[in-house]
């Protein structure tokens, strides 16, 4: 209750006849709950849900009002059930954030990758006992079993903060994190602090039903990393970058705000950044970057030097670059960086395949304007006169800005356009694939609707002759598609793609 008291939280507590004097679970899931569970209504909850925790024992419950449904037990009534829950969900996993170092890794585009770059490069350093929530995969320890797909990039507060307490209890001491702008927006995160705080860059996305209303308040949710973070990172070139910075400094002094950008590049002339780099070499699978400390903190941390990264992508270098400087400012040496940074591999991220009689497969995540255009251009620079075919969908009931985003980038830089499904979820296919193609010029780009996704990519292959590349776009390793509202299991592209090169 002290907890709640002292971030103003609490409204009133009713007593149980018997109050509970102990809990020994803590759960948001009626279906979840047992004896002594302290239960949490929150979201689009039902109070039928309450009857069903009391039956299965649950002996109090944490809301926003008081509910008939849950007579006979303790009521704690809040003011926002959330941040409550984040709290005491905290609390009663032992404050497991106490002995982690944790990295909390923010930005429209490149978290998932930083993540696993970093994550890479720690995990090497402390001999296995660095912990990994990322929207792919959350890795609480060394085994096997210690490693599940995730379901939410952040996950919601009481299953973060289990598995914090799960890291630790499995002997971790690092733990590297995405953090999403819904994370901050619906406290998954409330009062967690981060040793290091890394701000990729920010464009327009997660905007509308269900995300947010404006991007004024998806920049706001994100910066609040900056807000929550004893050092932070910042990509110096990433757009509103003065708000960014200016987010940072308010609750920061400059001794723990590090800035990198791309040699030559505008802001490298106006701003002083800590860290400059520059591309020494780029093919379509790998690149070398060096870096050139220019302040003094910067200097402290002793990377000056050529690193390889061997997942292509020039975006993906400002990743690399990112994970570099945090693994420094973690302790782990410049030697070891650079020996354990090109090990890195990402599921579903820039996967190249090389095929016999036709084009060279790329499998990668993007799927809206901001990333297709720099994976697409990226590509373009590399085969300037060969055909440049591009497989992709949008899915359904949520971010609608990004079929015009899509058609746009596909207009910009590519030659052939599939468009096939991707999570439609309760969306009609057909129609998001329309949307799309209204914003692709047709003088450009040959365009083909290809509804079912498999289909879509044998003919993206075949199509393609040697020298010219196929982007297979959204999806990554993802094994399932949203269709008709359900969860329905997909090959993935990869292995489609994998199955047809065998054969030809
Ligand atoms: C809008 C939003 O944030 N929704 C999240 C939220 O839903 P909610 O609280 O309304 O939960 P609900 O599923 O409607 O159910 C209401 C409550 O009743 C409970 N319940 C339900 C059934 C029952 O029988 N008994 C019972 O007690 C549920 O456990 C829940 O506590 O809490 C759920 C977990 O408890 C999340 O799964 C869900 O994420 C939805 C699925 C989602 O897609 N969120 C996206 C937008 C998201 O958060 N994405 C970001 C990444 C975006 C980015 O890159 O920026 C992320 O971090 O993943
Ligand atoms: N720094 C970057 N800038 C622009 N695009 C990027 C960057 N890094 C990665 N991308 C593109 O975005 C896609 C998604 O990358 P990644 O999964 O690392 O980002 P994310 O922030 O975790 O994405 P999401 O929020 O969609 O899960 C990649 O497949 C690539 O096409």
Do not use: W
């Not at 409330?190 to 040793?195: E, I, M, P």
Request: net charge negative.
């Amino acid at each position: 209750m002290t907890l709640l008291s002292e971030h103003d939280l609490l409204i009133e507590k009713k007593a149980a006849q018997e109050p509970p004097r102990k809990f020994t679970h803590v759960t948001y899931d009626s279906r979840q709950a047992t004896a002594q569970t302290l239960f949490f209504c929150k979201g689009n909850f039902e109070p039928a849900y309450l009857n069903q925790a009391k039956e299965k024992g649950a002996t109090a419950y944490v809301s926003e009002r008081e509910y008939v449904q849950g007579q006979g037990l303790t009521a704690i009534i809040v003011r926002d059930v959330q941040k409550a829950m984040s709290l005491l969900g905290a609390a009663f996993y032992g404050f497991p954030q106490n002995q982690l170092f944790i990295t909390g890794i923010t930005g429209t585009k490149g978290k998932t990758t930083t993540a696993y770059f970093a994550h890479g490069v720690q995990d090497a350093h402390t001999n296995g006992h660095a912990a990994l929530f990322s929207t792919i995969d959350r890795i609480t320890g060394p085994k096997p079993e210690q490693r599940f797909k995730s379901d939410l990039t952040t996950p919601e507060s009481l299953d973060l903060f289990h598995d914090m307490a799960e890291a630790v209890k499995n002997g971790m001491t690092h733990l590297i994190m995405e953090v999403s702008s819904q994370a901050f927006k619906k406290n998954r995160v409330y009062g967690l602090k981060y040793d290091l705080g890394i701000f990729l860059n920010i464009s327009p996305d997660h905007i509308g039903r269900n995300e947010h209303p404006t991007f004024e308040d998806y920049l706001y949710c994100k910066e609040q990393l900056l807000r929550n973070s004893k050092n932070v990172i910042i990509n110096a070139e990433s757009q509103h970058f003065d708000e960014i910075n200016g987010a940072a400094k308010g609750s920061l002094m400059d001794d723990h705000i590090y800035l990198y950008a791309r040699e030559n590049s505008l802001i490298s002339f106006q701003t002083q950044v800590d860290f400059e780099f520059k591309e020494t070499r780029q093919d379509l699978t790998e690149s070398t970057v060096e870096i050139s400390s220019y302040s003094d903190k910067g200097r402290k941390l002793a990377i000056d030097g050529a690193y390889e990264v061997d997942i292509p992508g020039d975006y993906n270098q400002e990743n690399a670059i990112a994970a570099i400087v945090s693994a420094a400012m973690t302790g782990v040496s410049a030697t070891e960086i650079r020996q354990h940074l090109p090990e890195v591999r990402v599921p579903g991220r820039m996967e190249v395949f090389q095929t016999k009689d036709h084009g060279t497969v790329y499998i990668d995540y993007a799927h809206n304007y901001a990333s297709l255009k720099s994976l697409l251009s990226f590509l373009r620079q590399q085969i300037p006169d060969e055909r440049l075919i591009v497989l992709t969908g949008s899915t359904g009931d949520k971010g609608i800005s990004r079929r015009s985003g899509l058609g746009q980038a596909i207009s910009e830089e590519a030659d052939v356009a599939i468009l096939t499904s991707d999570d439609p979820a309760t969306e009609d296919p057909l129609q998001i694939a329309q949307e799309i193609d209204q914003h692709i010029d047709h003088d450009q780009v040959e365009v083909q609707i290809v509804l079912d996704r498999k289909t879509a990519v044998k003919q993206a292959i075949m199509l393609s002759k040697p020298g010219e590349i196929v982007v297979l776009a959204g999806k990554g390793r993802d094994a399932t598609q949203k269709l008709n509202g359900k969860n329905v299991p997909y090959e993935t592209d990869v292995k489609i793609a994998e199955d047809l090169i065998k054969e030809r």
